[in-house]
């Protein structure tokens, strides 16, 4: 009986983590590729995935930060490779090439490091918003 009611159990712990936790988001990577929803709310412009201005998309797992600036960027215009939340190298040099972009053409001073942090998020949500 107790062996019955412990399988039981196990069995709803884990369809509860499957449930609350989706594969693209339960921190691996994955290769799938993600869709990118366009608005706009001056000055920002958004994806649909991460509305903040402060996390650091990671360049290990799949996060939603990093499927957000790899949307932004592809729509900035500069291409991050396959959107599929893992802010690897293509999407470093992509955000690098943005950040010299600002820097040039706008006088911002964004450290040109290929990282999309509190600094880089409102540049970027801004130049796509009024680029679209």
């Not at 943005?98 to 998020?121: C, H, K, P, R």
Request: hydrophobic share 40%; with cysteine.
């Amino acid at each position: 009986m107790r062996r019955n009611i412990a399988t039981a159990l196990t069995a709803a712990v884990l369809i509860t983590a499957t449930l609350t936790a989706p594969a693209a988001f339960a921190g691996t990577a994955t290769a799938q590729a993600y869709t990118c929803r366009f608005s706009a709310s001056e000055p920002y412009a958004y994806a649909g995935h991460y509305g903040g201005t402060t996390v650091v998309p990671s360049s290990t797992v799949v996060t939603s930060a990093g499927v957000e600036a790899q949307c932004l960027l592809t729509w900035a215009g500069f291409d991050p490779g396959t959107i599929d939340g893992v802010f690897g190298t293509n999407s470093k040099a992509a955000a690098k090439k943005f950040q010299t972009m600002m820097n040039n053409a706008y006088g911002y001073s964004l450290a040109t490091d290929g990282i999309v942090g509190s600094e880089t998020w409102p540049a970027l949500r801004t130049y796509v918003c009024y680029r679209s």
